[in-house]
C-alpha cells in the first residue's frame, strides 16, 4: 500500500513540490519515499512506500524497467506475481529481476504485453502511472473494482495525477472551486460517486480504466479506454449462469474463495484480519485458518451497548477456529474522538458513520498486523442486505396496479416526466413507497432514469438543501480550457438481469461499494497506515457471483448470502452463526440529540459556512436541523451535512 502523484512542469523547485505533496500522503507510505523527473516533458513522478513485499530497495519506486524505457509508480499489491514472474521468465529468458517485489513484476508485463493485456493477466488492486519514454506517454490505471484510489486533472495549466486530493493541497498552481453538481450528488448517496470529485477539473479514475495522455499533456492529448468492467462481468454471467447444483456452486466458489485468500495473504509482513459475528469475515477468516501454518491474528472492536456489540459472538468464532484474537472495547467517547479526524482522514465529503468503527478496528490491528483481510463484498455479490428483498416486494406488488394509478402515483409523489418510457417502472415503484428514501432506493434500482431529476423533485430529500443559486451569477458556467468532460465507464442499468435482486447487487457493485465501502475500507486502513485486502473481490470470485442463479444466493425462506452460509456451515457450527445481522453502527441519533456532540452538531448547522458562502440553503436547513430534533427520522441527511461542513472549515482555514 503505498501513495502515488505525479505532475507535469518545467519549474525550477518541481523536486521541492513533489516532496512537499508527499510529505501530505505520508500516512500512506511511511516507509520510504521518491520521486522521478523525464527534464524533456517536465513530467515529475513521486511515490510514498508502505513496504510489504521485497522490503529492500529493490522494491523501490518510482521504478524503471530492465531496458530503461519504462518508469512506474504504483499502490497496491499484484496477487498473482510470483506466476507472471514465471511466464515473464519463460517468455523473456534475459530478464534478470533484481528483487522480488510484484512492483517489478507488475512494470515487466506492461513493458512486455502492453497495458492493456497486461491488466487483463493481473490479479490485484492498484492504482499506478506507467510513463513511456520513448513515446512519451503516460498512462494512467485503476484496478477492476475501484479498490485503490486515483484523483486527475488540470492545477491551473498543469496536468496532475495523486492518490488523496490533501496531496493537491500542496500543489502551487491549484485554486479550489466547488463542484457543486458532485456536492449535489454527495448530499443525495452520502458519497461523491466517481467520475466524480469535490473539486471542478479534479476527477477520479473509473474502476476498470485507463486513461492515456501524450505530451504535451493538456486535454486535447487523453484519451479513456477500459480494459474491464462490471457490465461485461454481469452480462456475460446472465448469460452464461452456472448450471450445477447447489452443492457443486459452493465447492466451486470455497476453492475460488480460498485461492484468492491464499493469494492474498501473500506479504513479507505480519497479516490479519477483521473478524465480526457474522458471515463474511468469519468464511474469509476460517480458509485462511485452512491455508495457514500458524494461527491467524484476528481483530475485533466491541461496544458496550447490546445494541451495536458483535465482540461476544467473533471471539466465539475464534477460539473455535483457534485464531490469535485480539479484542478491544470502545467507550462512546472513544468514537466521539474520532468524529474531529474525519475531514482529515477522508479529504473529501464523505458520510458513512460506520467509516469511525472502521477506523478504530484498522488502528487496533495496526497495533499487531501490517496488512487485513476484510469479508467486503459480501453483501453485494452475494444478497446480503435486507433492502433487496424488501424492495423487489415492493416493485412486485405495485406490478397488478391498474396503469393510471401508477401513474397518478407518480404525480402525487412529484416525479416529473411521467410520459417517458420508463414511467411504468417509477409509478410502480413509488406508489407505495412509504419515505422518499425509499422511493428512491426503488426508483434507482429498477430503473436507468436520471437519479438527480428524480431527488430534485422529491420533497424531504436531502439534495433539497442546496442553494437554489447553484451558479454564481445565476448564468451558464464559464467554461474553462483544462476542464475536462466527465468520462463514462462501463455502466447500464442492468437490463441484462433477469431477476430484479440481481440488478440490485448489480448497481450496488457499480457504484455504493467502490465510491462508499472500498473509500471507507482504503481511508480507515491508509490512517493508520494498514494495508486492507478484499478477497471476496478477486476477479475469478467476482466474474463467478455473477453466474450463481439468484435461488442460491437468496431463497423463498429468506435466508440471505445462502452459498456463503453454505460454504462457512464446513468450518463453524451453524448454531454459532444464526442470529440477526448487525452491521458495523453507531448510535447516531443519540450522539445528535445529547451532549457536546448535539452542541457540536447545532453550531455546525445553525453557524455554517456553506450557507455563509452561497452553498446551502439557510431556510432549508433549520428546517432540517428543527425537524431532526423533533422526530429524529432524517439523521442521515443531517450526518452529511455535518461531514461536508467539518470538510469545507478545515478546507477553508
Not at 249 to 275: H, I, K, W, Y
Amino acid at each position: 500500500m503505498c501513495g502515488i502523484a505525479g505532475f507535469v512542469n518545467r519549474r525550477a523547485d518541481a523536486c521541492e513540490i513533489m516532496e512537499k505533496m508527499l510529505d501530505r500522503m505520508i500516512y500512506r507510505g511511511p516507509d520510504a519515499r521518491g520521486h522521478w523527473q523525464d527534464t524533456q516533458t517536465g513530467l515529475m513522478l513521486g511515490h510514498r512506500r508502505l513496504s510489504i513485499v521485497d522490503l529492500s530497495e529493490n522494491g523501490a519506486q518510482p521504478m524503471s524497467s530492465a531496458d530503461g524505457r519504462y518508469v512506474l509508480t504504483y499502490n497496491g499489491e499484484i496477487y498473482n506475481a510470483p506466476e507472471l514472474r514465471e511466464e515473464l521468465l519463460k517468455k523473456c529468458p534475459a530478464l534478470h529481476f533484481r528483487g522480488t517485489s510484484d512492483t517489478e513484476v507488475m512494470l515487466e508485463a506492461l513493458a512486455e504485453y502492453g497495458v492493456d493485456r497486461a491488466l487483463s493477466k493481473m490479479k490485484g488492486m492498484f492504482a499506478a502511472a506507467l510513463y513511456d519514454r520513448q513515446e512519451r506517454t503516460l498512462a494512467l490505471m485503476r484496478d477492476r473494482v475501484g479498490e485503490k484510489p486515483l484523483y486527475y486533472g488540470f492545477a491551473g495549466e498543469e496536468f496532475v495525477f495523486f492518490s488523496d486530493l490533501e496531496a493537491l493541497r500542496a500543489y502551487p498552481g491549484f485554486q479550489p472551486v466547488i463542484n457543486r453538481e458532485a456536492l449535489s450528488l454527495y448530499m443525495r448517496y452520502g458519497f461523491i460517486p466517481a467520475p466524480f470529485s469535490v473539486y471542478e477539473g479534479i476527477y477520479k479514475l473509473e474502476a476498470g480504466c485507463t486513461l492515456t495522455v501524450r505530451a504535451p499533456f493538456t486535454p486535447a492529448d487523453m484519451a479513456y479506454g477500459c480494459y474491464w468492467s462490471m457490465e461485461r462481468a454481469a452480462r456475460k454471467g446472465a448469460q452464461q449462469p452456472f448450471e450445477g447444483s447447489e452443492r457443486e456452486a459452493a465447492d466451486r466458489l470455497e476453492n475460488l474463495l480460498t485461492d484468492a485468500v491464499r493469494g492474498q495473504m501473500m506479504s513479507d509482513v505480519p497479516v490479519g484480519a477483521f473478524l465480526s459475528g457474522g458471515i463474511d469475515s468469519p468464511l474469509i477468516v476460517s480458509l485462511m485458518q485452512k491455508v495457514s501454518k500458524a494461527p491467524v491474528k484476528t481483530f475485533t472492536i466491541g461496544f458496550d451497548d447490546p445494541k451495536y456489540n458483535e465482540a461476544q459472538f467473533a471471539k466465539e468464532i475464534a477460539e473455535h477456529l483457534g485464531t490469535d484474537h485480539t479484542q478491544l472495547y470502545v467507550t462512546e467517547n472513544d468514537l466521539l474522538e474520532v468524529i474531529p479526524r474525519l475531514s482529515e482522514i477522508f479529504t473529501e465529503p464523505f458520510a458513512d458513520s460506520s467509516q469511525i468503527p472502521t477506523y478504530l478496528v484498522s488502528r487496533l490491528a495496526k497495533s499487531k498486523v501490517t496488512v487485513a483481510l476484510s469479508g467486503d463484498a459480501g453483501d453485494e455479490l452475494f444478497c446480503g442486505y435486507n433492502t433487496y428483498p424488501k424492495i423487489s416486494a415492493l416493485y412486485q406488488k405495485t406490478q397488478s396496479l391498474p396503469a393510471w394509478l401508477r401513474r397518478a402515483g407518480a404525480a402525487v409523489m412529484g416525479i416529473p416526466g411521467i410520459r417517458s418510457a420508463g414511467s411504468v417502472y417509477r409509478a410502480a415503484c413509488c406508489l407505495r413507497a412509504e419515505t422518499p428514501e425509499r422511493l428512491h432506493e426503488a426508483v434507482c434500482y429498477h430503473t436507468d432514469w436520471d437519479a438527480e431529476r428524480l431527488v430534485l423533485g422529491v420533497k424531504g430529500s436531502g439534495v433539497d438543501v442546496l442553494s437554489e443559486c447553484r451558479i454564481p451569477g445565476g448564468g451558464k458556467k464559464e467554461r474553462n480550457k483544462n476542464r475536462l468532460e466527465e468520462p463514462k465507464g462501463g455502466k447500464y442499468s442492468g437490463n441484462g438481469i433477469a431477476d430484479s435482486m440481481g440488478k440490485m447487487m448489480y448497481k450496488d457493485m457499480l457504484t455504493y461499494h467502490p465510491d462508499d465501502i472500498l473509500v471507507k475500507v482504503d481511508r480507515a486502513g491508509m490512517a493508520v497506515s494498514l494495508e486492507n485486502r478484499v478477497p471476496m473481490l478477486d476477479r475469478d470470485v467476482v466474474e463467478f457471483a455473477y453466474r450463481i442463479p439468484i435461488g442460491y444466493k437468496y431463497d423463498t425462506a429468506g435466508i440471505s448470502k445462502k452459498i456463503l452460509k453454505t460454504i462457512l456451515y464446513r468450518y463453524v457450527p451453524k448454531e454459532m452463526l444464526d442470529r440477526p445481522k448487525k452491521g458495523f453502527s453507531v448510535p447516531l441519533k443519540r450522539w445528535l440529540m445529547t451532549g457536546d456532540t448535539a452542541q457540536w452538531a447545532a453550531d455546525s448547522i445553525l453557524s455554517s459556512r456553506l450557507v455563509q458562502d452561497g452553498y446551502f440553503d439557510r431556510d432549508v436547513l433549520a428546517r432540517i436541523w428543527k425537524r431532526f430534533q423533533k422526530d429524529q427520522k432524517n439523521v442521515q441527511i443531517v450526518w452529511e451535512v455535518l461531514m461536508a461542513e467539518q470538510w469545507y472549515r478545515r478546507m477553508t482555514g
